[in-house]
């Protein structure tokens, strides 16, 4: 008989709805054209909801384009020092959504790096939250993909991370800080909604014949929620909506325990759309 278990913790966290509202609400009081700086999130059927509702994503290099009070969203990823100082300096109108949680990790990577800490970032130096953090700094930080650190560090480093890393990997970047500096100054930035998302991912993982995963393929949250999936689960996917799901050979999971996580750009609606599917 088949079953379908949706994970204690899954879709939307904080940050994320809180800038989508935002965006909305935005767009609802100008009624006007609204912009974002990249996409507001890395969820294309959220992306292209956005769009129905006058709401645009653009590149750095198109803030050229804009004209003063324009209306630019800064998404829950936020941007660099010099990015913010550069929106102002445009006199555009800047509604700013950064996520509070990454926020504090901006100020921290100022704040300790004016002190004279070497700012060392556990997280992908491609992730727009990361690059946005490094910008707190001037560019300085070393950044660590997974702990390991192949030339000598300082002696004072600040070690932060990306909100959305996962536990261990904390635990192993400090182990390997400990052997190759004399200070550290250590703040586990990751997201509380992270570690629980992973860990209820995890125990659900296990009890389950199927797993899916909902998400954007190019969302860091939910391709590390994959992983985490798929050392327990083999028969683990990664699907971004229904249509995915469709395209998936149905004896696969047909008749079996189910289980079904999401990333945290995730909507409801697409989650509650694949769990009345398998139902």
């Known amino acids: 008989m088949q079953k379908v278990i949706l994970s204690k913790n899954a879709g939307f966290c904080f940050g994320v709805k809180r800038a ?57 990823h936020g941007v660099s020092k010099k990015v913010m100082e550069l929106l102002e300096s445009k006199k555009l109108k800047v509604i700013n959504a950064t996520c ?24 992908d130096k491609n992730h727009p939250e990361v690059v946005g953090i490094n910008g707190w700094c001037n560019d300085s930080a070393i950044i660590t993909p997974d702990g390991n650190f192949s030339n000598k560090l300082p002696n ?45 991912a995890f125990e659900l993982s296990k009890e389950v014949d199927v797993m899916f995963v909902v998400g954007g393929k190019n969302s860091s949250n939910t391709t590390k929620l994959f992983k985490i999936c798929k050392e327990n689960c083999l028969n683990t996917f990664h699907i971004e909506n229904l249509e995915d ?9 047909k008749n079996k325990t189910i289980g079904i996580t999401a990333g945290a750009s995730t909507p409801q609606w697409i989650i509650d759309e694949i769990f009345q599917y398998l139902k």
């Not at 509070?100 to 997280?123: D, F, M, R, W």
């Not at 004072?156 to 635990?171: D, G, H, I, K, P």
């Not at 800080?177 to 209820?200: D, G, H, M, P, Y």
């Open 156 to 200: 004072r480093v600040c070690v932060l991370s990306q909100t959305t890393e996962r536990a261990e990997n904390w635990q192993k970047t400090l182990s390997s800080l400990s052997l190759k500096t004399k200070e550290i100054l250590a703040f586990n930035t990751i997201c509380s909604a992270t570690e629980v998302r992973q860990k209820s």
């Open 20 to 76: 989508v509202d935002e965006a909305l609400k935005t767009q609802k009081e100008f009624n006007k054209k609204i912009y974002t700086l990249g996409p507001l999130i890395h969820n294309g059927d959220v992306v292209s909801m956005l769009e129905n509702n006058n709401i645009y994503s653009i590149t750095l290099d198109e803030i050229n384009n804009l004209l003063e009070g324009d209306i630019i969203l800064i998404r829950s």
């Open 245 to 253: 799901l469709k395209e998936i050979d149905k004896n696969l999971w």
């Open 100 to 123: 509070p949680y990454v926020t504090n990790i901006q100020k921290k990577a100022e704040k300790y790096s004016n002190e004279g800490y070497e700012i060392v970032i556990l997280g």
